[in-house]
């Protein structure tokens, strides 16, 4: 009992001895991964009101979108405000976002995106379509990024919406 415990010792120093070595004489330069959260927002037709249809919406510019994170303790780990650019398109760059535990931490379960702020006044209820109020889930798409240095993966949400201000010129049959 005693001599196979000492042969495994004896085994696994000279295991990590080499691997030391090896690891130390051809360290690979280190690959950044960054994780990204793309989607469209935009604001839902009068005539759709009352639904999730997005059909006829307009996308919004300069809106904010949130991107939440928490870890498996329920705990914020990670928020940022993002802005749309001018066709209402997030691309929201996760910068210092780290994953303490892979199956845990990783965004499809921790991450999600709310609608904060409409610049639109005539368009800037927030509404629930694909949970942009409460948080919309993360996909993912197969969607990367690469360069020398860089990888990014591509998460998305929604597509987020708001609803207009006022809606009573509406009829419906």
Known sequence: MASSYLVTLTL???????????ANDYA?????TEVVVEAMVYCQSCDQYGSWSLAGAKPVA?????????????????YKVFETNKNGYLFAQ?????????LL?????????KLVWSPDERCSVLSNINYGLDGA???????RLYGSRYE?????????AFRPNDC?????Y
């Open 168 to 172: 009573s010129h509406t009829t419906h």
């Open 105 to 113: 931490d990783h965004p499809l379960q921790s991450c999600f995106a």
């Open 137 to 143: 889930p993360l996909r993912y798409e197969n969607k």
């Open 12 to 22: 696994l120093l000279l295991l990590a001895a080499f691997s030391s070595t090896e």
């Open 28 to 32: 690979p330069t280190e690959k950044k």
């Open 94 to 102: 996760l910068e210092d976002f780290k994953v303490q535990n892979f």
């Open 152 to 160: 990014a993966i591509i998460y998305a949400a929604g597509p987020l």
């Open 62 to 78: 300069a809106a904010k979108v949130s991107v939440t994170c928490k870890n498996q303790m329920g705990q914020v780990g990670y």
